[in-house]
């Protein structure tokens, strides 16, 4: 169609322009009779981002580069040039990292970021990271502290200074004052200063030494409106000291003292009220708990170090301080000599943050068992009846910046070391307790007990609040079994009647009498007298007076019994040592035998009247160590005839060896042993086997062994001193054959008398009976 319109535009210059048509064609210009090509690219016809090129009778025009057409070859009237966007013709951008692109007409350009800068490397462009707190030193201000960041920067503040803006921004000083809590307290005075503030309390108020702390009332006369007159003249001293640390604080005394050093004076005047023992009653308990808990709370914050421990011979302190503007968090542990203490800092904060935080353990080294003459308050109270109590850990104060301690949300542990390691057993148990104030005077209580759980060495005990704390070591009064009773009633019998039999032999056989015969006769007498009195009396504790009287006879008999061992052992040594002095004066026995004991008696009814008669058994107390008027003579005698003991068992082996050699030796070890048997029954031996009672292993197995033999001693004594004695026995056979003699002339002369009589009438005469028997 293109073609057809062509034709028929040049049939139509034909006819128009007969002259014309003949010249030359379209592209062409007539120079002289020569058609000549026409350059068209001299008029710019391609426009101005395109580039024309000539052709034989006509042209071409091609787009600049970054630049593009429809076609790739065009003319003027055909096609336009375009600028090309290199920044999003492909997917990646053509510029390197941290720059930016930019189009430009016909190219683009490669920009750098802010924060970065152009680092040619020869012909390669880069974009490095510019440093501003290097190019612009003040940026952040006098205050603040500038951290390079990859493009960027931030501006630290410190404490009292915050950002204007952004993190990029200068610091400027925080006014803490300006705010609608109160930082410093209804009762302190706020002072704003650049980064930081302080407060100043009103009197009567004080913020513990830390002036960034809210002011809180100090109360100084609390101790005294709610103590009695008699405990605050006790401890007037520790009273003085919570004063002067309160009035320090308080900033109306005229010498200030630091923390440590009121902290050194609280340990030095505890020691003291600890050393003079005035701590008799509940009360007086509880005022000392309470002044030296009320004193601690106002050395504490006073301390500069995180850390302080202090001691002395009676007292031991550890605290650890925390001063921050946000509570401290994590676990927490102190650990005295004896005593752990393991809890949170979330505890020791509580709900309100004053500022500070402290952890503290007081430990008591030379509070003893005396304090717990007081009443007992735990679980094992109702089920046993006459239960010794006595403080078996150090006592100790626990306590912590938080004033609301009775129920705390997690519980804290406490692990005591005993003092005297033992096991639980069924006379034997240990009681986690605290002091509680709260009922009436003081009272030890296991109440908050969360966990508790002993070994022979430690108790862990874990408690639901804080106060003072201890172990309590609960000793039950052991239950006699019905066997332990039958074997001390049979042996006590069987030993009564041998007993008198003995004293009737030594007494009247005549062929032993000697220094020997008269101990073990009054031996005899001691433990006759005093056995008839356990079996009878022991138990009747109804009447006070008389089970005194009781225990007093047996105080006096038994320790006379075993002066007589003692007298046995010395003979014996005489005898064997001293061979040519086996004699010993009577008034030295019974001055020896029935002196001594007399005179510990009455010294003891002295000193302790109510030490004779418990509530289950008159006999000797356990309070005040009483019990020792008896079991120290006792162990006395003992160690000695322990001594006797091995000098007899070593002169018999000798003597036993060369008295008969041609002797078998099972028959002279069998003499050997029956005499040392002997002599280990009348020295008192057997008495031994009660110091076993006490030990963890084997005590009931000791028990019957201790019951045992000793209801049976007067049985053993007269076995091995008159059955087993050849020249006792032999009274015995003489005594036996005029027995038998006497009743068998009796008998003759009464068959023959009754023969005579039956064929004689009867007739008066003299009885000549007396003279036959």
């Known amino acids: 169609m293109e073609l057809?319109?062509?034709?028929?535009?040049?049939?139509?210059?034909?006819?128009?322009?007969?002259?014309?048509?003949?010249?030359?064609?379209?592209?062409?210009?007539?120079?002289?009779?020569?058609?000549?090509?026409?350059?068209?690219?001299?008029?710019?016809?391609?426009?101005?981002?395109?580039?024309?090129?000539?052709?034989?009778?006509?042209?071409?025009?091609?787009?600049?580069?970054?630049?593009?057409?429809?076609?790739?070859?065009?003319?003027?009237?055909?096609?336009?040039?375009?600028?090309?966007?290199?920044?999003?013709?492909?997917?990646?951008?053509?510029?390197?990292?941290?720059?930016?692109?930019?189009?430009?007409?016909?190219?683009?350009?490669?920009?750098?970021?802010?924060?970065?800068?152009?680092?040619?490397?020869?012909?390669?462009?880069?974009?490095?990271?510019?440093?501003?707190?290097?190019?612009?030193?003040?940026?952040?201000?006098?205050?603040?502290?500038?951290?390079?960041?990859?493009?960027?920067?931030?501006?630290?503040?410190?404490?009292?200074?915050?950002?204007?803006?952004?993190?990029?921004?200068?610091?400027?000083?925080?006014?803490?004052?300006?705010?609608?809590?109160?930082?410093?307290?209804?009762?302190?005075?706020?002072?704003?200063?650049?980064?930081?503030?302080?407060?100043?309390?009103?009197?009567?108020?004080?913020?513990?030494?830390?002036?960034?702390?809210?002011c809180t009332e100090l109360k100084c006369n609390r101790i005294n409106s709610t103590s009695q007159k008699q405990d605050v003249a006790v401890m007037g001293d520790l009273l003085d000291l919570f004063m002067t640390s309160c009035e320090s604080l308080s900033g109306s005394s005229r010498e200030q003292r630091t923390g440590e050093t009121l902290l050194e004076n609280l340990l030095n005047v505890t020691g003291g009220v600890l050393s003079g023992g005035n701590l008799n009653s509940s009360s007086t308990l509880s005022v000392f708990f309470g002044a030296v808990e009320n004193t601690m709370r106002l050395i504490a914050p006073q301390l500069n170090k995180h850390t302080?421990?202090?001691?002395?011979?009676?007292?031991?302190?550890?605290?650890?301080?925390?001063?921050?503007?946000?509570?401290?968090?994590?676990?927490?542990?102190?650990?005295?000599?004896?005593?752990?203490?393991?809890?949170?800092?979330?505890?020791?904060?509580?709900?309100?943050y004053p500022g500070f935080a402290f952890v503290a353990l007081v430990s008591y080294k030379t509070l003893n068992s005396t304090s717990v003459s007081s009443p007992v308050n735990t679980d094992t109270e109702s089920s046993h009846r006459n239960t010794t109590f006595l403080l078996n850990s150090e006592v100790v104060t626990a306590l912590v910046s938080n004033t609301e301690t009775h129920s705390l949300p997690e519980p804290v542990t406490l692990t005591f070391r005993h003092k005297n390691e033992r096991k639980v057993s069924k006379g034997l148990n240990y009681s986690c307790v605290y002091w509680d104030k709260a009922q009436g005077e003081g009272v030890w209580s296991g109440q908050g007990c969360v966990k508790a759980v002993f070994n022979s060495t430690h108790a862990v005990c874990t408690w639901s609040h804080l106060s003072s704390f201890a172990v309590l070591m609960a000793l039950y009064p052991i239950k006699d079994t019905f066997e332990l009773v039958w074997i001390t009633r049979v042996g006590l019998t069987i030993s009564i009647i041998c007993l008198f039999v003995c004293i009737l032999t030594f007494w009247f056989c005549r062929s032993i009498q000697g220094t020997r015969t008269t101990i073990h006769l009054h031996l005899c007498v001691c433990l006759f007298i005093a056995?008839?009195?356990?079996?009878?009396?022991?138990?009747?504790?109804?009447?006070?007076?008389?089970?005194?009287?009781?225990?007093?006879?047996?105080?006096?008999?038994?320790?006379?019994?075993?002066?007589?061992?003692?007298?046995?052992?010395?003979?014996?040594?005489?005898?064997?040592?001293?061979?040519?002095?086996?004699?010993?004066?009577?008034?030295?026995?019974?001055?020896?035998?029935?002196?001594?004991?007399?005179?510990?008696?009455?010294?003891?009814?002295?000193?302790?009247?109510?030490?004779?008669?418990?509530?289950?058994h008159c006999w000797l107390s356990p309070d005040q160590d009483f019990i020792w008027s008896f079991f120290a003579p006792v162990c006395i005698i003992l160690l000695l005839n322990s001594f006797f003991f091995i000098i007899t068992i070593w002169k018999l082996a000798k003597k036993f060896s060369s008295l008969n050699p041609d002797l078998s030796k099972l028959k002279r070890l069998r003499g050997f042993l029956l005499t040392a048997v002997a002599q280990l029954c009348v020295l008192g031996g057997m008495w031994i086997f009660g110091c076993f009672l006490f030990q963890?292993?084997?005590?009931?197995?000791?028990?019957?062994?201790?019951?045992?033999?000793?209801?049976?001693?007067?049985?053993?004594?007269?076995?091995?001193?008159?059955?087993?004695?050849?020249?006792?026995?032999?009274?015995?056979?003489?005594?036996?054959?005029?027995?038998?003699?006497?009743?068998?002339?009796?008998?003759?002369?009464?068959?023959?008398?009754?023969?005579?009589?039956?064929?004689?009438?009867?007739?008066?005469?003299?009885?000549?009976?007396?003279?036959?028997?």
């Open 4 to 214: 057809k319109c062509a034709f028929l535009l040049l049939g139509l210059l034909l006819v128009v322009f007969p002259d014309e048509a003949e010249s030359c064609r379209l592209g062409f210009l007539k120079i002289g009779e020569d058609c000549v090509d026409e350059d068209e690219c001299e008029e710019n016809i391609c426009g101005e981002h395109a580039v024309c090129f000539n052709t034989r009778g006509s042209y071409y025009c091609q787009c600049k580069n970054g630049f593009t057409s429809r076609t790739a070859n065009f003319t003027a009237t055909t096609g336009q040039c375009q600028d090309i966007n290199e920044c999003i013709v492909n997917s990646s951008s053509p510029c390197p990292e941290n720059a930016e692109c930019q189009n430009a007409i016909g190219s683009y350009k490669c920009v750098c970021l802010p924060g970065f800068q152009d680092k040619r490397l020869g012909s390669t462009f880069t974009c490095a990271d510019s440093d501003e707190c290097v190019s612009m030193p003040t940026v952040c201000g006098p205050h603040g502290v500038c951290r390079n960041t990859l493009g960027t920067f931030t501006c630290s503040c410190p404490t009292g200074f915050r950002n204007q803006g952004n993190s990029n921004t200068p610091c400027e000083d925080i006014d803490e004052c300006d705010g609608e809590e109160h930082v410093c307290g209804e009762d302190g005075i706020c002072s704003n200063s650049e980064g930081s503030y302080s407060c100043q309390c009103n009197p009567g108020y004080s913020n513990y030494g830390n002036n960034q702390t809210k």
């Open 696 to 773: 963890e292993e084997g005590t009931l197995v000791m028990a019957y062994l201790f019951t045992l033999f000793n209801s049976l001693q007067g049985a053993l004594i007269f076995i091995l001193h008159c059955l087993m004695s050849k020249s006792v026995r032999e009274e015995y056979k003489k005594l036996c054959s005029h027995v038998c003699i006497s009743d068998k002339k009796r008998y003759s002369e009464f068959s023959t008398n009754q023969s005579s009589n039956s064929q004689r009438p009867l007739r008066s005469a003299p009885s000549t009976g007396e003279s036959q028997i």
């Open 308 to 352: 302080t421990r202090m001691d002395n011979e009676d007292t031991e302190a550890w605290l650890t301080v925390r001063k921050d503007l946000t509570p401290p968090t994590g676990p927490v542990t102190l650990d005295t000599d004896n005593v752990q203490l393991n809890m949170s800092w979330e505890t020791a904060v509580g709900s309100n």
């Open 531 to 616: 056995n008839i009195i356990f079996l009878f009396f022991i138990s009747k504790t109804q009447n006070k007076a008389g089970c005194a009287s009781v225990a007093a006879l047996l105080h006096f008999f038994y320790l006379a019994a075993f002066c007589f061992m003692l007298l046995e052992g010395v003979q014996l040594y005489r005898m064997l040592v001293l061979v040519f002095h086996t004699t010993l004066h009577p008034l030295y026995l019974y001055a020896v035998g029935y002196g001594i004991p007399l005179a510990i008696v009455i010294i003891s009814a002295i000193t302790f009247p109510s030490g004779y008669g418990t509530d289950r």
